[in-house]
Nanobody
């Protein structure tokens, strides 16, 4: 089991940047990981995925070209660099993790991930 803790959220203005971090309690080298977000009153939305080895990355359409996911397995940390933020990016951001050896499921679905952090709030003002 892995415990995840997100940080780096805050209040920014449109066009500014933020970098989120997700620190794991143990090694993450064999975990697929992802970022999701959930705006008030809405479903949890897929933001980005990175495979255990870092060789496969995907993004949701709404963030493609603006956000960048990365991981540092030596530091047990997942990152999300967010650029050109706009008010539509306002949400609670969560990181999720799943053991690489598990099979089945869709990595853009929240149900794919058994482990979640508590979230970090990102608010973008216009």
């Amino acid at each position: 089991q892995v415990v995840l803790v997100e940080s780096g959220g805050g209040l920014v203005q449109t066009g500014e940047s933020l970098k989120l971090s997700c620190v794991a309690s143990g090694g993450i080298f064999n975990y697929d990981m992802a970022w999701f977000r959930q705006a008030s009153g809405k479903k949890r939305e897929f933001v980005s995925f990175i495979g255990a080895g870092g060789g496969y990355i995907s993004y949701g359409d709404s963030v493609k070209g603006r956000f960048a996911i990365s991981r540092d397995n030596a530091k047990n940390t997942l990152y999300l660099q967010m650029n050109s933020l706009n008010p539509n990016d306002t949400a609670e951001y969560y990181c999720g993790a799943r053991p690489q050896e598990w099979t089945g499921g869709i990595n853009r679905s929240p149900s794919y991930y058994p482990y979640w952090g508590q979230g970090t709030q990102v608010t973008v003002s216009s």
